[in-house]
């Protein structure tokens, strides 16, 4: 499947020491009303939480990662949950070897220092529902 969208406007900022990176992420999309879109962030964070998806058992596996780290990339798409704005993110982090970690991004990942770019999109409604294959919520087209 596919949708077709137009690029509209780009927000950019940054996030404030201690918040929660994806809760203040969903804060933003939905305060501005942004249904549609995509984000990029770098910086840094006290500590992390991060999902991965055990596809066999269709079950998340959470793990906290409890140390500094560098966002080196942050890659997300805005589209509709249950009819709210919902960001999906994936994040990769570094230590002080650069050894990198990679996931799903969780509540409970830490902000030290963030700066993000949103990339808002005009388009149709892209609402996620239960995929049953996969036991994930995933972007269904309307028509
Ligand atoms: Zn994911």
Known sequence: MLVEVNPSKVIMGRLFYGKDLLQELNLICNENNIKLGRIEALGAVQRASLGYYRQPTHEYHFF???????????????????????????????DEQGKTYGGHL????????????????????????FDEQTGLPLWQSAS
């Open 106 to 129: 969780a509540d409970g990942t830490i902000v030290f220092a963030c700066e993000y770019i949103i990339q808002v999109f005009e388009g149709p409604d892209l609402h996620r529902l």
């Open 64 to 94: 906290v990662l409890e140390q500094p780290l560098e966002i080196t990339k942050l890659v997300g798409n805005i589209s509709l949950k249950e009819s709210n704005p919902f960001v999906h993110a994936h994040i990769t982090l570094a």
